[in-house]
């Protein structure tokens, strides 16, 4: 079915969703994933990601609390649905798999 995969880009912000639980919220995604693919992103790749797996399934959202930190306003926070949780572990199995057809001394032959 059209639409029901992820990209790499997604995937990176569905894992940091699912790793920051209840603090899963665009400046916190978008921290999140910088810190550990060890590059910069803008804050709209961020977004529109965050709407396109929710328009795909792969998330579902709710207004927070408003915080003083922020001048009343509510920040958007995001859960990775059960359709999250199943493509990411297929993409990990996935992942895996091809790892064990790899010849390590390729590896060390690129050093």
């Excluded at 029901?4 to 916190?28: I, K, R």
């Amino acid at each position: 079915m059209k639409g029901d995969s992820l990209g790499e880009f997604e995937e990176l912000v569905l894992l940091a969703v699912c790793g920051l639980g209840t603090e899963a919220y665009a400046n916190s995604i978008k921290n999140e994933v910088e810190t550990h693919a060890g590059r910069t992103y803008n804050l709209s790749a961020i977004h529109a990601s965050l709407y396109r797996l929710e328009d795909k399934g792969f998330l579902s959202s709710h207004m927070g609390d408003p915080t003083q930190k922020r001048g009343g306003k509510r920040k958007r926070i995001f859960q990775p649905t059960n359709m999250a949780i199943k493509a990411l572990k297929k993409s990990r199995e996935i992942r895996e798999s091809l790892w064990q057809n790899i010849d390590l001394a390729t590896f060390k032959m690129a050093n």
